[in-house]
C-alpha cells in the first residue's frame, strides 16, 4: 500500500482549492498522516481519525490555522502551546501556526502532541464536561427565577444542553441592563420548553 492511500479525494479537493494556508495545511496533514491516523473529512475539514473517533483536525482561521485537538484539555502539554478557543470550550484545544516555517520547526513536537492524543483515545479518558448547575446564574435571571411564577419549573424541565444555552447567552452580556434585556426576550422561549437555537 503506497503512502498515497491514506489521502482522502475530498481532502484533495479541499487543499487544491484553498486561498489561504495552502502550504501549511499539506504539511499539517503530512504530519497527520504520518502519526498513522485515518484522514477523513469532518464539517468540511480534514479531520483525522483512529478507529472513526476523531483525534485531530485542522483549520485555517483569517489570523491563523491550526491543529485542534478534540480532548486537547486531556494532553500534558509541557510546551505550553495548546489554546482554549474560549472560556466555554471544555474539550477541544488549537495548536496554532502563522507560517510554514513555525510547523517546520514544531513537526517533531505535532508529532509527540499527536501520539499523545492517540493513547488518550485508546484509554478511553473522556473530559469530564461541567454540569449546568455548576455554571453561574446571572442575578438577573435568579431574580426572575425567583418572582414569575412557573419559570424555574420550565427552566428546570429544559435539556441541561438547552440549560447551559441560556446561561452561557445571559451571563456572556457585560452589562446588566444587556442581560435583563436578553432574559426578557428568552423567557417565553424558556415557558415552550424551547433552546435558544430551536
Not at 414569575?148 to 440549560?163: I, W, Y
Request: aromatic share 10%; with cysteine.
Amino acid at each position: 500500500m503506497g503512502k498515497d492511500t491514506k489521502k482522502n479525494p475530498k481532502v484533495d479537493a479541499l487543499l487544491g482549492k484553498a486561498k489561504s494556508w495552502q502550504e501549511e495545511f499539506e504539511l499539517l496533514r503530512e504530519i497527520a498522516l504520518a502519526c498513522d491516523l485515518v484522514e477523513d473529512f469532518k464539517w468540511g475539514q480534514p479531520c483525522y481519525t483512529l478507529e472513526n473517533a476523531n483525534i485531530v483536525l485542522i483549520h485555517g482561521f483569517k489570523e491563523y490555522c491550526a491543529f485542534l485537538f478534540f480532548k486537547g484539555a486531556l494532553l500534558k502539554d509541557p510546551k505550553g502551546i495548546l489554546v482554549q478557543q474560549t472560556e466555554n470550550v471544555q474539550a477541544a484545544r488549537q495548536i496554532r501556526f502563522a507560517s510554514v516555517q513555525q510547523i517546520e520547526k514544531m513537526k517533531n513536537t505535532l508529532k509527540t502532541y499527536i501520539r499523545e492524543a492517540i493513547d488518550v483515545e485508546k484509554s478511553g479518558l473522556s473530559v469530564e464536561f461541567k454540569k449546568t448547575d455548576e455554571f453561574a446564574v446571572p442575578e438577573e435571571f435568579q431574580r426572575q427565577l425567583d418572582e414569575t411564577p412557573g419559570l424555574k419549573d420550565a427552566f428546570e424541565a429544559l435539556t441541561p444542553g438547552r440549560q447551559r444555552g441560556y446561561l452561557l447567552h445571559f451571563s456572556s452580556a457585560k452589562q446588566s441592563k444587556t442581560r435583563e434585556t436578553r432574559i426578557e426576550k428568552c423567557i417565553p422561549m424558556i415557558f415552550d420548553g424551547l433552546g435558544l437555537n430551536d
